[in-house]
Protein backbone atom coordinates (compact mmCIF):
# COMPACT_ATOMS: atom_id res chain seq x y z
CA UNK A 1 0.00 0.00 0.00
CA UNK A 2 2.68 2.27 0.92
CA UNK A 3 4.65 1.76 -2.23
CA UNK A 4 1.10 2.40 -4.32
CA UNK A 5 0.93 5.82 -2.47
CA UNK A 6 4.28 6.72 -3.24
CA UNK A 7 4.28 5.96 -6.79
CA UNK A 8 1.02 7.57 -6.96
CA UNK A 9 2.98 11.42 -5.38
CA UNK A 10 5.63 10.40 -8.52
CA UNK A 11 3.36 10.46 -10.86
CA UNK A 12 1.02 13.44 -9.75
CA UNK A 13 4.05 15.10 -9.06
CA UNK A 14 5.30 13.80 -13.02
CA UNK A 15 2.45 14.88 -14.57
CA UNK A 16 1.42 18.17 -13.21
CA UNK A 17 3.46 19.13 -10.22
CA UNK A 18 6.65 20.04 -12.54
CA UNK A 19 5.04 21.09 -15.56
CA UNK A 20 3.25 23.52 -12.83
CA UNK A 21 6.35 24.49 -11.42
CA UNK A 22 8.53 24.36 -14.34
CA UNK A 23 6.32 25.44 -17.22
CA UNK A 24 3.11 27.25 -16.12
CA UNK A 25 4.94 29.10 -13.19
CA UNK A 26 8.41 29.27 -14.78
CA UNK A 27 7.49 29.70 -18.20
CA UNK A 28 10.02 27.25 -19.31
CA UNK A 29 10.02 27.15 -23.64
CA UNK A 30 7.42 29.57 -24.00
CA UNK A 31 7.02 32.81 -25.66
CA UNK A 32 6.42 34.92 -22.13
CA UNK A 33 7.34 38.32 -23.41
CA UNK A 34 10.01 40.46 -25.43
CA UNK A 35 13.15 42.70 -24.63
CA UNK A 36 13.19 46.07 -23.43
CA UNK A 37 15.05 47.71 -25.90
CA UNK A 38 12.25 49.09 -27.51
CA UNK A 39 8.36 50.95 -26.48
CA UNK A 40 6.75 47.73 -27.70
CA UNK A 41 4.69 45.31 -26.80
CA UNK A 42 2.44 42.51 -27.60
CA UNK A 43 -1.54 42.93 -26.84
CA UNK A 44 -3.01 39.09 -27.03
CA UNK A 45 -6.86 38.28 -26.99
CA UNK A 46 -8.39 35.46 -25.89
CA UNK A 47 -11.37 33.76 -26.46
CA UNK A 48 -12.63 34.90 -29.68
CA UNK A 49 -14.25 35.58 -31.97
CA UNK A 50 -17.45 36.43 -31.13
CA UNK A 51 -19.45 38.77 -33.83
CA UNK A 52 -20.83 40.74 -31.00
CA UNK A 53 -18.00 42.27 -29.77
CA UNK A 54 -14.61 41.12 -31.59
CA UNK A 55 -15.10 43.83 -34.67
CA UNK A 56 -15.21 45.84 -32.15
CA UNK A 57 -11.83 45.39 -30.92
CA UNK A 58 -10.12 45.35 -34.70
CA UNK A 59 -11.75 48.57 -35.20
CA UNK A 60 -10.21 50.64 -32.06
CA UNK A 61 -6.88 48.62 -32.98
CA UNK A 62 -7.39 50.02 -36.63
CA UNK A 63 -8.06 53.37 -35.32
CA UNK A 64 -4.76 53.43 -33.70
CA UNK A 65 -2.36 51.71 -35.83
CA UNK A 66 -1.71 48.98 -33.52
CA UNK A 67 -2.01 45.14 -33.93
CA UNK A 68 -2.35 42.23 -32.19
CA UNK A 69 -2.48 38.48 -32.03
CA UNK A 70 -5.73 36.54 -31.59
CA UNK A 71 -5.88 33.18 -29.32
CA UNK A 72 -8.78 31.56 -31.58
CA UNK A 73 -11.68 29.08 -30.23
CA UNK A 74 -11.69 26.30 -33.43
CA UNK A 75 -15.60 26.25 -33.24
CA UNK A 76 -15.88 29.89 -33.10
CA UNK A 77 -12.85 30.71 -36.17
CA UNK A 78 -14.72 27.71 -37.95
CA UNK A 79 -18.02 29.81 -37.34
CA UNK A 80 -16.76 33.21 -38.47
CA UNK A 81 -14.19 32.89 -40.84
CA UNK A 82 -15.16 36.38 -42.47
CA UNK A 83 -13.98 37.74 -38.74
CA UNK A 84 -10.78 35.61 -39.14
CA UNK A 85 -10.13 37.13 -42.73
CA UNK A 86 -10.29 40.31 -41.11
CA UNK A 87 -7.76 39.53 -38.48
CA UNK A 88 -5.41 38.46 -41.31
CA UNK A 89 -6.15 41.53 -43.68
CA UNK A 90 -5.47 43.59 -40.97
CA UNK A 91 -1.74 42.52 -40.18
CA UNK A 92 -2.99 40.51 -36.70
CA UNK A 93 -1.60 37.36 -35.91
CA UNK A 94 -4.12 34.52 -35.24
CA UNK A 95 -2.91 31.33 -33.49
CA UNK A 96 -4.64 28.46 -31.87
CA UNK A 97 -5.98 28.64 -27.86
CA UNK A 98 -7.76 25.19 -27.19
CA UNK A 99 -10.28 23.31 -28.42
CA UNK A 100 -12.35 22.64 -24.84
CA UNK A 101 -11.97 25.79 -22.80
CA UNK A 102 -11.69 23.69 -19.75
CA UNK A 103 -8.97 24.23 -17.05
CA UNK A 104 -5.96 21.35 -17.70
CA UNK A 105 -5.52 19.51 -14.19
CA UNK A 106 -9.58 18.60 -14.90
CA UNK A 107 -8.84 16.79 -18.36
CA UNK A 108 -7.39 13.04 -18.72
CA UNK A 109 -3.95 13.03 -19.90
CA UNK A 110 -5.19 12.02 -23.48
CA UNK A 111 -7.96 14.64 -23.63
CA UNK A 112 -5.60 17.23 -23.27
CA UNK A 113 -2.56 15.82 -25.51
CA UNK A 114 -5.43 15.62 -28.38
CA UNK A 115 -7.06 18.50 -27.58
CA UNK A 116 -3.83 20.57 -28.37
CA UNK A 117 -3.25 18.74 -32.15
CA UNK A 118 -7.20 19.36 -32.90
CA UNK A 119 -7.31 22.77 -31.94
CA UNK A 120 -3.78 23.89 -34.11
CA UNK A 121 -5.32 21.31 -37.01
CA UNK A 122 -8.40 23.34 -37.17
CA UNK A 123 -7.26 26.97 -36.67
CA UNK A 124 -5.09 26.20 -39.18
CA UNK A 125 -7.55 24.55 -41.67
CA UNK A 126 -9.47 28.26 -41.53
CA UNK A 127 -6.54 30.45 -41.44
CA UNK A 128 -5.19 28.68 -44.72
CA UNK A 129 -1.33 29.17 -42.66
CA UNK A 130 0.67 26.97 -40.07
CA UNK A 131 -0.26 27.95 -36.41
CA UNK A 132 2.95 28.50 -34.80
CA UNK A 133 1.64 29.14 -30.72
CA UNK A 134 -1.19 27.84 -28.93
CA UNK A 135 -2.49 29.08 -25.17
CA UNK A 136 -4.07 26.39 -23.48
CA UNK A 137 -7.19 27.28 -21.48
CA UNK A 138 -6.16 29.51 -18.40
CA UNK A 139 -2.93 29.26 -19.36
CA UNK A 140 -2.60 25.76 -17.36
CA UNK A 141 -0.28 22.76 -17.83
CA UNK A 142 0.27 19.27 -17.34
CA UNK A 143 2.59 16.72 -19.32
CA UNK A 144 -0.30 16.26 -21.23
CA UNK A 145 -0.12 19.76 -22.59
CA UNK A 146 3.56 19.86 -22.67
CA UNK A 147 3.84 16.71 -25.00
CA UNK A 148 0.58 17.55 -27.20
CA UNK A 149 2.57 21.37 -28.07
CA UNK A 150 5.71 18.97 -29.01
CA UNK A 151 3.76 16.38 -31.04
CA UNK A 152 1.37 19.45 -32.74
CA UNK A 153 4.90 21.22 -33.69
CA UNK A 154 4.40 24.57 -31.89
CA UNK A 155 5.32 26.79 -28.86
CA UNK A 156 3.45 27.52 -26.06
CA UNK A 157 2.25 31.08 -25.41
CA UNK A 158 2.38 32.97 -22.21
CA UNK A 159 1.91 36.38 -21.09
CA UNK A 160 3.98 38.76 -18.36
CA UNK A 161 0.93 41.25 -17.59
CA UNK A 162 -2.69 39.65 -17.14
CA UNK A 163 -5.25 42.65 -17.30
CA UNK A 164 -8.02 40.50 -14.97
CA UNK A 165 -10.75 42.13 -17.55
CA UNK A 166 -12.16 38.70 -16.56
CA UNK A 167 -13.04 39.33 -13.01
CA UNK A 168 -16.43 40.69 -12.23
CA UNK A 169 -14.89 42.91 -9.47
CA UNK A 170 -12.77 44.59 -12.04
CA UNK A 171 -14.05 47.65 -13.78
CA UNK A 172 -12.79 48.80 -16.87
CA UNK A 173 -11.67 51.58 -15.46
CA UNK A 174 -9.43 49.28 -13.31
CA UNK A 175 -8.08 47.09 -15.91
CA UNK A 176 -6.85 50.62 -17.82
CA UNK A 177 -5.27 51.61 -14.12
CA UNK A 178 -4.09 48.09 -13.80
CA UNK A 179 -1.83 47.57 -17.66
CA UNK A 180 -0.99 51.39 -17.17
CA UNK A 181 0.74 50.55 -13.44
CA UNK A 182 2.30 47.26 -15.28
CA UNK A 183 3.15 48.30 -18.69
CA UNK A 184 7.03 48.00 -19.61
CA UNK A 185 8.59 47.03 -22.82
CA UNK A 186 8.46 43.86 -24.34
CA UNK A 187 5.42 42.56 -22.16
CA UNK A 188 2.69 40.32 -23.32
CA UNK A 189 -0.84 41.34 -22.03
CA UNK A 190 -3.53 38.99 -22.26
CA UNK A 191 -6.89 40.28 -22.60
CA UNK A 192 -10.17 39.10 -23.60
CA UNK A 193 -12.46 39.34 -27.13
CA UNK A 194 -15.00 37.14 -26.18
CA UNK A 195 -16.42 35.85 -22.91
CA UNK A 196 -16.81 37.58 -19.67
CA UNK A 197 -14.05 39.89 -20.04
CA UNK A 198 -14.89 41.32 -23.32
CA UNK A 199 -17.56 43.88 -22.17
CA UNK A 200 -14.77 45.33 -19.62
CA UNK A 201 -11.95 45.49 -22.73
CA UNK A 202 -14.59 46.70 -25.39
CA UNK A 203 -15.20 49.63 -22.54
CA UNK A 204 -11.45 50.81 -21.68
CA UNK A 205 -9.71 49.62 -25.21
CA UNK A 206 -9.64 52.89 -27.12
CA UNK A 207 -8.71 54.91 -24.23
CA UNK A 208 -5.76 52.60 -22.94
CA UNK A 209 -4.26 52.22 -26.69
CA UNK A 210 -4.28 56.35 -26.56
CA UNK A 211 -2.46 55.63 -23.54
CA UNK A 212 0.11 53.50 -24.66
CA UNK A 213 0.15 56.41 -27.60
CA UNK A 214 0.66 59.07 -25.21
CA UNK A 215 3.66 57.13 -23.70
CA UNK A 216 5.33 56.28 -26.69
CA UNK A 217 4.50 52.48 -26.99
CA UNK A 218 3.06 50.59 -29.95
CA UNK A 219 1.39 47.51 -30.15
CA UNK A 220 2.77 44.37 -32.51
CA UNK A 221 2.03 40.87 -33.34
CA UNK A 222 3.85 38.14 -30.90
CA UNK A 223 5.46 37.24 -34.63
CA UNK A 224 6.96 40.94 -34.19
CA UNK A 225 8.12 41.35 -30.73
CA UNK A 226 11.36 42.42 -30.88
CA UNK A 227 13.35 39.48 -28.16
CA UNK A 228 10.26 37.20 -27.87
CA UNK A 229 11.53 33.84 -27.84
CA UNK A 230 11.20 30.63 -25.80
CA UNK A 231 12.38 31.15 -22.00
CA UNK A 232 15.38 29.74 -20.71
CA UNK A 233 17.73 29.36 -18.35
CA UNK A 234 18.80 32.94 -19.03
CA UNK A 235 15.51 34.46 -19.28
CA UNK A 236 14.45 32.49 -15.67
CA UNK A 237 17.20 33.61 -13.95
CA UNK A 238 16.52 37.66 -15.00
CA UNK A 239 12.73 36.78 -13.38
CA UNK A 240 14.22 35.19 -10.62
CA UNK A 241 16.29 38.57 -9.42
CA UNK A 242 13.15 40.49 -10.34
CA UNK A 243 11.06 38.73 -8.09
CA UNK A 244 13.87 39.37 -5.69
CA UNK A 245 13.71 43.01 -6.41
CA UNK A 246 10.25 42.84 -5.79
CA UNK A 247 10.42 41.05 -2.59
CA UNK A 248 12.84 43.73 -0.90
CA UNK A 249 9.97 46.53 -2.50
CA UNK A 250 7.73 45.34 -0.12
CA UNK A 251 9.98 44.61 3.06
CA UNK A 252 11.23 48.53 2.86
CA UNK A 253 8.18 50.17 1.39
CA UNK A 254 9.78 50.44 -2.47
CA UNK A 255 7.87 51.32 -5.14
CA UNK A 256 8.34 52.64 -8.77
CA UNK A 257 8.39 56.16 -9.00
CA UNK A 258 4.90 57.00 -10.36
CA UNK A 259 3.64 53.55 -9.62
CA UNK A 260 4.40 52.75 -13.74
CA UNK A 261 7.10 49.51 -13.73
CA UNK A 262 8.49 51.34 -17.07
CA UNK A 263 10.23 53.75 -14.83
CA UNK A 264 13.62 54.00 -14.48
CA UNK A 265 13.93 54.33 -10.65
CA UNK A 266 12.45 52.61 -7.45
CA UNK A 267 11.83 55.09 -4.57
CA UNK A 268 11.13 54.86 -0.32
CA UNK A 269 11.16 57.04 2.41
CA UNK A 270 14.23 56.27 4.68
CA UNK A 271 16.45 57.75 7.43
CA UNK A 272 19.99 59.21 5.68
CA UNK A 273 21.92 56.03 6.98
CA UNK A 274 25.53 57.72 7.17
CA UNK A 275 27.25 59.91 9.15
CA UNK A 276 26.52 63.52 9.00
CA UNK A 277 27.67 65.93 5.81
CA UNK A 278 27.83 68.96 3.81
CA UNK A 279 26.60 68.78 0.36
CA UNK A 280 28.38 71.09 -1.64
CA UNK A 281 25.56 73.29 -1.84
CA UNK A 282 25.97 73.72 2.07
CA UNK A 283 22.91 71.65 3.07
CA UNK A 284 24.02 69.52 6.02
CA UNK A 285 22.47 65.98 6.16
CA UNK A 286 22.34 64.24 9.60
CA UNK A 287 22.00 60.74 10.31
CA UNK A 288 18.90 60.03 10.48
CA UNK A 289 17.56 62.82 8.51
CA UNK A 290 14.47 62.27 6.41
CA UNK A 291 15.37 60.77 2.19
CA UNK A 292 14.42 59.63 -0.36
CA UNK A 293 16.67 56.62 -0.87
CA UNK A 294 16.33 55.42 -5.35
CA UNK A 295 17.06 52.28 -6.56
CA UNK A 296 17.17 51.39 -10.62
CA UNK A 297 15.12 49.10 -12.25
CA UNK A 298 17.65 46.79 -13.10
CA UNK A 299 16.09 44.88 -15.74
CA UNK A 300 15.30 47.55 -17.80
CA UNK A 301 18.65 49.60 -17.37
CA UNK A 302 20.07 46.23 -18.63
CA UNK A 303 18.49 46.28 -21.87
CA UNK A 304 18.29 49.64 -22.46
CA UNK A 305 21.93 50.44 -21.97
CA UNK A 306 23.55 52.78 -19.79
CA UNK A 307 23.28 55.89 -22.14
CA UNK A 308 19.98 55.50 -23.08
CA UNK A 309 19.41 55.40 -19.23
CA UNK A 310 21.47 58.55 -18.75
CA UNK A 311 19.09 60.41 -21.65
CA UNK A 312 15.66 58.74 -20.21
CA UNK A 313 16.66 59.53 -16.34
CA UNK A 314 15.61 63.18 -16.43
CA UNK A 315 12.28 62.51 -18.00
CA UNK A 316 11.65 59.43 -15.42
CA UNK A 317 12.75 61.56 -12.32
CA UNK A 318 10.14 64.20 -13.19
CA UNK A 319 7.58 61.46 -11.14
CA UNK A 320 9.67 61.77 -8.17
CA UNK A 321 9.50 65.48 -7.98
CA UNK A 322 5.96 65.12 -8.54
CA UNK A 323 5.74 62.67 -5.34
CA UNK A 324 8.41 64.19 -3.44
CA UNK A 325 5.93 67.23 -4.02
CA UNK A 326 2.52 65.67 -3.29
CA UNK A 327 3.03 62.63 -1.71
CA UNK A 328 2.84 62.34 2.20
CA UNK A 329 5.53 59.92 2.39
CA UNK A 330 7.90 61.61 0.98
CA UNK A 331 7.35 65.84 1.12
CA UNK A 332 9.73 66.74 4.24
CA UNK A 333 12.50 64.52 2.62
CA UNK A 334 15.17 66.76 3.02
CA UNK A 335 17.52 64.84 0.66
CA UNK A 336 17.90 62.26 -2.27
CA UNK A 337 20.38 59.33 -2.34
CA UNK A 338 21.83 55.91 -4.22
CA UNK A 339 23.92 53.42 -2.93
CA UNK A 340 25.03 52.20 -5.87
CA UNK A 341 28.37 51.31 -8.31
CA UNK A 342 26.46 53.37 -10.86
CA UNK A 343 27.61 56.75 -9.61
CA UNK A 344 29.30 57.77 -12.61
CA UNK A 345 26.12 57.68 -14.10
CA UNK A 346 24.82 59.46 -11.60
CA UNK A 347 27.27 61.93 -11.96
CA UNK A 348 26.37 62.90 -15.39
CA UNK A 349 22.91 63.94 -13.82
CA UNK A 350 24.40 66.30 -11.72
CA UNK A 351 24.53 64.53 -8.42
CA UNK A 352 27.43 64.61 -6.59
CA UNK A 353 29.29 61.44 -5.39
CA UNK A 354 31.05 60.31 -2.15
CA UNK A 355 33.21 57.57 -0.61
CA UNK A 356 31.25 54.86 1.28
CA UNK A 357 32.85 53.26 4.11
CA UNK A 358 34.34 50.32 3.38
CA UNK A 359 32.34 47.67 4.66
CA UNK A 360 29.28 48.89 3.17
CA UNK A 361 31.37 49.13 -0.40
CA UNK A 362 32.58 45.64 0.00
CA UNK A 363 28.61 44.26 0.40
CA UNK A 364 27.60 46.63 -2.22
CA UNK A 365 30.00 45.19 -4.67
CA UNK A 366 29.32 42.02 -3.84
CA UNK A 367 25.59 42.24 -4.44
CA UNK A 368 26.36 44.45 -7.86
CA UNK A 369 28.84 41.66 -9.07
CA UNK A 370 25.81 39.07 -8.61
CA UNK A 371 23.34 41.22 -10.54
CA UNK A 372 25.49 41.62 -13.38
CA UNK A 373 25.98 37.21 -13.70
CA UNK A 374 22.31 37.24 -13.01
CA UNK A 375 21.46 39.73 -15.98
CA UNK A 376 24.15 38.38 -18.26
CA UNK A 377 26.48 41.31 -18.45
CA UNK A 378 30.01 41.61 -17.68
CA UNK A 379 31.67 41.18 -14.55
CA UNK A 380 33.40 43.62 -12.31
CA UNK A 381 31.32 46.12 -10.76
CA UNK A 382 33.01 50.03 -9.85
CA UNK A 383 33.35 50.35 -6.65
CA UNK A 384 30.16 51.65 -4.74
CA UNK A 385 29.73 55.17 -3.68
CA UNK A 386 27.01 57.69 -2.39
CA UNK A 387 25.27 59.84 -5.00
CA UNK A 388 23.20 62.42 -3.21
CA UNK A 389 21.36 65.65 -3.95
CA UNK A 390 19.51 67.62 -1.55
CA UNK A 391 15.94 68.47 -2.39
CA UNK A 392 16.37 72.33 -3.63
CA UNK A 393 18.98 71.38 -5.80
CA UNK A 394 17.08 67.88 -7.49
CA UNK A 395 14.27 70.39 -7.80
CA UNK A 396 16.38 73.02 -9.51
CA UNK A 397 18.00 70.48 -11.79
CA UNK A 398 14.36 68.45 -12.76
CA UNK A 399 11.31 70.39 -11.35
CA UNK A 400 11.27 72.80 -14.09
CA UNK A 401 10.76 70.23 -16.78
CA UNK A 402 7.01 69.55 -15.00
Same mark, same amino acid.
Given at each position: ????? /? $??????????????A?????? /?????? +?????R?I???? #??????????? !??????????????????E?????? +???????????????? @???????W @???? /????? #????????V? %??????? @????? %?? +????? +??????? %????????W?????? /????????????????????GA?????? %???????????????????K???????????????????????????????????????? !?? &???????N? &?????????L @???????????????? $??? &????????????????V?????????????????????????????? $?L??L????????????????????????????????????????????S????????????
Amino acid at each position: MRRRW /W $AGLLGLGAYVLGPYAAVQVGN /WGLVRE +GNRKQRKIALTF #DDGPDPLSTPN !VLDALAAAGMHATFFVLPERAEAHP +GLIRRMLEEGHQVEAH @TEVHRHAW @TRTP /WGTFQ #DVRRAVQRVA %AVTGQRV @TLQRP %AH +GAYTL +GTVLGQR %AAGVTGAHWSIEGRD /WNRRFTSAQVRERLNDLLIPGAVTVLHD %AGPGAAATLEMLPDFLADLKARGYSSVTLGKLPGAAPQGKAELKRRLFTALDDVYDRLEE !VR &FAGNRRDNL &FRIGPHAFPL @TEMTLNDGTRVRHGAK $AIE &FHVNNSLLVDIGPRRGVRQAPQDFRAVVHEWRHHPSFQEAEVIYCLS $ALSPLLKLLKFETHDLPTTDARRLQGWANVLRRAYGTQNGAQTPRLSILSRERFMELFGDRL
